[in-house]
């Protein structure tokens, strides 16, 4: 059985950093996209990054997080990480980790995904 487990949530303040880590098992993804996306309450879950290439390095970034978030991943962990710096309160969402995208990398049709992370940036 697959499944993606994310880690690293919390409480920071704006300005701070958090790291965020999406460790996989049941298969390997090495050779997927991997992506996170984000959901903040009562909008709709949004793309904030992927890693398409099993070198990590073909990356892509929403516009609104450009320059503050990095996506990497481990391939020997299985694991994939969104390294968050400068946040903001509007980063305020839970964050969700996403492996094997059916169609765009931005999409939300992904099929495997974890059970999210609660990240609060308070001003």
């Known amino acids: 059985q697959v499944q993606l487990v994310e880690s690293g949530g919390g409480l920071v303040q704006a300005g701070g950093s958090l790291r965020l880590s999406c460790a996989a098992s049941?298969?390997?993804?090495?050779?997927?996209?991997m992506g996170w996306f984000r959901q903040a309450p009562g909008k709709e879950r949004e793309f904030v990054a992927a890693?398409?290439?099993?070198?990590?390095?073909?990356?892509y970034y929403a516009d609104s997080v450009k320059g503050r978030f990095s996506i990497s991943r481990d391939n020997a962990k299985n694991t994939v990480y969104l390294q968050m710096s400068s946040l903001k309160p509007e980063d305020t969402a839970v964050y969700y980790c996403?492996?094997?995208?059916?169609?765009?990398?931005?999409?939300?049709?992904?099929?495997?995904w974890g059970q999210g992370t609660q990240v609060t940036v308070s001003s």
């Open positions: 996403a492996a094997e995208p059916r169609r765009g990398y931005y999409r939300l049709d992904y099929t495997y």
């Open positions: 049941g298969r390997t993804f090495s050779s997927s996209a």
């Open positions: 890693a398409i290439s099993w070198s990590g390095g073909s990356t």
